[in-house]
């Protein structure tokens, strides 16, 4: 079950989400506040995406998400059809971030983003009862971009048997 408006505005006054502005509360979301744009280059506030190229996008909101509650972060209705497409994790109960998110351009055109622009929202659901572990992942607790994982260890075996 999706939180409503006011269930958004509890989460910003118990700090659940926090450097959060209330008036971008909506009606079942919450309109994330760009902060900086991550490449392998650094760190932006503006940032003009090619057609087919990605980069991270990093919001000023954190989270500090309770043991029965989860969030997605979802592409703006705006963004999707200017041509962007969006991926992001889950973020799970008992996660403690800020939010990141990845952005491609699958249009044919240029496209100029800025921080004064939203690109996303972040929606929170209800879990049916709280879970016994809250989430500890390689990304958890990550107050500054760490950039991308390191997966070679990882895929290594798959790799090499595609080979």
Known sequence: MLLNDEEIRSLIKSGALADALEKNVGPVSYDLTTKEFYTESGSFSEYVLKPGHSVFVGSREVVSLPRDLAARVLLRNSRIRQGLRLDAPLYFPGHKSAIYF??????????RLDCGKGIAQMVFEKVDAPVTEAYEGAFSEEFDFRGMGEYSDVYSEDASSIS
Do not use: Q
């Open 102 to 111: 990845r952005v491609t351009n699958v249009s044919g055109n240029e496209i």
